[in-house]
């Protein structure tokens, strides 16, 4: 029995992994389809003191206290920032992580320094509190505002991602325009530590490619 912990990307909930959830579950693992503090059903929590390690300490609170060893981490987009820190904090406790079309940061990084100017324009628009950015129009329904600040603190990482036995990377190769995902891509594939995908999808993975990543997905929890 396989562990995952399923890590949403910018504005949404842990609903955006239901194509994910079921079938996991279904093939007998336990499943943990998180919402980040702010967002979501949490969105009542909202305040500009909630942060990248706000969402780092969300997923280590569900290591600790459901006592999970040999977790599968998986990050989708804004995600792969939350899933590094909390790997890099509790080494022990992951097996694999697996970067759903991701953010791959290195220490100091932020979302703000990795992206490129049309997401900073797109950060820049903020709700009338200043603590949120806006969702963009083309997203979920559900989608809710992003806590700023997670998007503007750098990463501060102790180690690296040696010690996790297997890191994967599922690139979205059907982007409406370019993605700010391709360089990373590019890069991981020439790197022999990483096994790398790319599907004929758009960024939403989940919605658009659940049956390929299901297999991904399996494959990268025969490690443990």
């Known amino acids: 029995m396989a562990t995952y912990l399923l890590i949403p990307g910018m504005c949404h909930g842990g609903w955006c992994f239901d194509g994910l959830t079921q079938p996991l579950r279904d093939h007998g693992d336990r499943v943990y389809p998180l919402t980040l503090t702010g967002l979501s059903e949490r969105a009542h929590l909202l305040q500009g003191t909630v942060n990248l390690d706000t969402h780092i300490q969300d997923v280590t609170g569900v290591l600790e206290a459901e006592n999970i060893h040999d977790a599968v981490l998986v990050g989708h987009s804004y995600g792969g920032m939350v899933i590094t820190g909390v790997a890099d904090r509790m080494p022990d406790r992951v ?31 903020v709700v009338e509190s200043g603590y949120a950015v806006r969702p963009l129009p083309f997203f979920d329904a559900r989608a809710t505002p992003h806590p700023l600040a997670s998007l503007l603190q750098p990463l501060r990482l102790t ?8 890191l994967v990377y599922v690139y979205a190769a059907a982007w409406d325009g370019e993605s700010p995902f391709t360089p990373v891509y590019q890069r991981l594939r020439e790197d022999s530590s990483w096994a790398t995908h790319a599907l004929d999808s758009g960024h939403n993975l989940m919605r658009d490619a659940s049956q390929d990543l299901l297999k991904i997905l399996f494959d990268a929890a025969e490690c443990r």
Do not use: F, H, K
């Open 95 to 125: 097996t694999a992580m697996v970067y759903l079309d991701a953010m791959v940061p290195e220490n100091g990084d932020s979302c703000w320094s990795l992206v490129s100017d049309r997401e900073r324009q797109w950060y820049a628009d």
């Open 159 to 166: 180690g690296n991602l040696a010690q996790i036995r297997r």
